[in-house]
């Protein structure tokens, strides 16, 4: 029985998170697989921090850190999805992390 399945991939670096899309698309061609990709809005974190601990509380150094996501859903039967998972967490970069839903 084939049941609607997802895959959240989360990374700091946006260009890689595209690259990787492109991949999983080619992927997905050769198994016949009709994929919705839906990029979700991108989080900002923002850090400041002060340059010297002694003296100067103003002189101050601020950080943003961009969180990417992406949504693949698709339809598959739970042995087959087993296996994507799996050949999907050998072939990932190291800045990007997956989460599935079934």
């Known amino acids: 029985m084939e049941k609607k399945k997802f895959i959240i991939l989360n990374s700091i670096n946006f260009k890689t998170l595209k690259k990787y899309n492109l991949y999983l698309n080619l992927i ?3 198994l016949n697989l009709n994929i919705n990709y839906i990029f979700l809005p991108a989080k900002t ?5 002060l340059k010297s601990p002694h003296v100067k509380k103003k002189n101050k150094e601020s950080f943003k850190i961009i969180h990417s996501k992406v949504v693949l859903s698709f339809k598959m039967n739970n042995e087959n999805f087993k296996n994507l998972i799996i050949f999907l967490l050998i072939n990932k970069p190291k800045s990007i992390k997956i989460k599935s839903r079934i």
């Open 28 to 30: 997905f061609k050769q």
């Open 45 to 49: 974190n923002k850090i400041t921090l």
